[in-house]
Structure formats: C-alpha cells, structure tokens
C-alpha cells in the first residue's frame, strides 16, 4: 500500500515557476514508478511525466518538454516536478501517482494516486 500527497500548487503568472512535491508513505516507494498527471475542468486526465524507480529514465509528455522536470529522492520518498515557463493553459489539477514496474503515460496503469494540488497560470 502506497500512500501519496501532493503540495507545492499555487497561483502563478505566466512565465513563472513552481515545484509541486508528492510524498509517499511506505518502505516500498524505490520500487515503484512514479507519475505526474493533470486534469483541466471538462478535460480528461493526461498525461504530464514519468520516471522510472531509480530515476535513470524520464519521460515527458510533448505538452511540458523542455519546460518541466520531473525527479525522485529515493531517500525521502518523494518525488518531484518542477515546471518551468508556465502557461494559462497549464492551469489544471495536478496528481502524482505510482505504478508497480515500468514507467507508462497510461492513468489507468497506475495503482495509487494521491488527492490533487491546483496549479492555477494567471495572463
């Protein structure tokens, strides 16, 4: 059992940063690859990051690459994103997520999900 909890959501302007965090709960949280997600209102959920369990592969969705950097410590059982150059268009709720094995951008692979942090890019 994995149990997630984002921070780090805010409002924003155009331009700016955040770093939003994802703590785990469990001594298992090195073997499992971990996700970031977003839903916009009247959207589905897509897909934002990934990283495998050690860290050693990324991936990005097209959407956020170059701009946003997903990374993990191990130590602390806690994974994050930072994103970079936000846009009104990023605007959404952000979940992290975890997946037993191999890194996916399938939400419907992913095992536990944590409650959501709003990330809110004003114009």
């Known amino acids: 059992q994995v149990q997630l909890v984002e921070s780090g959501g805010g409002l924003v302007q155009a331009g700016g940063s955040l770093r939003l965090s994802c703590a785990a709960s469990?001594?298992?949280?090195?073997?499992?690859?971990m996700g970031w997600f977003r839903q916009a209102p009247g959207k589905e959920r897509e897909f934002v990051a990934a990283?495998?369990?050690?860290?050693?592969?990324?991936y990005y969705a097209d959407s956020v690459k170059g701009r946003f950097t997903i990374s993990r410590d191990n130590a602390k059982n806690t994974v994050y994103l930072q994103m970079n150059s936000l846009k009104p268009e990023d605007t959404a709720v952000y979940y992290c997520?975890?997946?037993?094995?191999?890194?996916?951008?399938?939400?419907?692979?992913?095992?536990?999900w944590g409650q959501g942090t709003q990330v809110t890019v004003s114009s």
């Open positions: 997520a975890a997946k037993r094995t191999v890194s996916s951008s399938l939400p419907g692979e992913y095992d536990y």
């Open positions: 990283i495998s369990w050690s860290g050693g592969s990324t």
């Open positions: 469990g001594r298992t949280f090195r073997s499992y690859a």
